[in-house]
């Protein structure tokens, strides 16, 4: 299975500073199609996730574009240039290039 | 607009069934993948299921393999999981999501979960 590794744990952050997530998994995301599977989720306090990037880099619609996504092969990274207030929640990666999908363990955003 | 609702959810004792309904709306049902992804109280994400569009290949879990089941109506619009011989470790909210194209390649709409609750 592709174990996938986010650091932080958790992220304290001051509103309008920026923060960055990375993402690690243990085998390449680049799919035989030539497609890197790795999407990032925003979980809101007491909410279901919503997807915020898909391939990497790729906003998904309605995101705003203070949201975004890089990396490549084994090495990800999800940046929010100006946090708010509204972005507080717990972010994962997950990579949907092989069976079993997986997921990484979390990171927590919350403000200073 | 894209919805999917999750319905069935309840508490069950070990050893148990249960079956979960997925009813989707706003999209041409057949032309994408479903998910089923569960998170435990407290817990992050586990993927446990999906569906291609036509129902004819299924991917499980190894956590779930032989005792769950995902299917799909198309003709409904509704996506089913059913579950068999519970376990305490299955306890935790199970999310029904659309997927991005026919075939798997990553959820984009997630309904509100139901929560399944294993426990004598």
């Known amino acids: 299975d592709i174990v996938m590794t986010q650091t932080p744990l958790s992220s304290p952050v001051t509103l309008g500073q920026p923060a960055s997530i990375s993402c690690r998994s243990t085998e390449s995301l680049v799919h035989n199609d030539g497609n890197t599977y790795l999407s990032w989720l925003q979980q809101r306090p007491g909410q279901p996730p919503r997807l915020l990037i898909y391939?990497?880099?790729k906003r998904f619609s309605g995101v705003p574009d203070r949201f975004s996504g890089s990396g490549a092969g084994t090495d990800f990274t999800l940046k929010i240039s100006r946090v708010e207030a509204e972005d507080v929640g717990v972010y994962y990666c997950m990579q949907t290039t092989q069976f079993p999908l997986t997921f990484g363990g979390g990171t927590k955003v919350e403000i200073k | 607009e894209v919805q999917v609702l999750e319905s069935g959810g309840g508490l069950v004792q070990p050893g148990g069934s249960l079956r979960l309904s997925c009813t989707a709306s706003g999209f041409t049902f057949s032309n994408y993948a479903m998910t089923w992804i569960r998170q435990a109280p407290g817990k992050g994400l586990e993927w446990v299921s999906a569906i291609i569009g036509s129902g004819l290949n299924a991917y499980y879990a190894d956590s779930v393999k032989g005792r769950f089941t995902i299917s799909r109506d198309n003709s409904k619009n509704t996506l089913y999981l059913q579950m068999n011989r519970l376990r305490v470790e299955d306890t935790a909210i199970y999310y029904c999501?659309?997927?991005?194209?026919?075939?798997?390649?990553?959820?984009?709409?997630w309904g509100q979960g139901t929560l399944v609750v294993v426990s004598s």
């Open positions: 391939k990497i880099s």
């Open positions: 999501a659309k997927d991005r194209a026919v075939a798997v390649a990553g959820p984009d709409y």
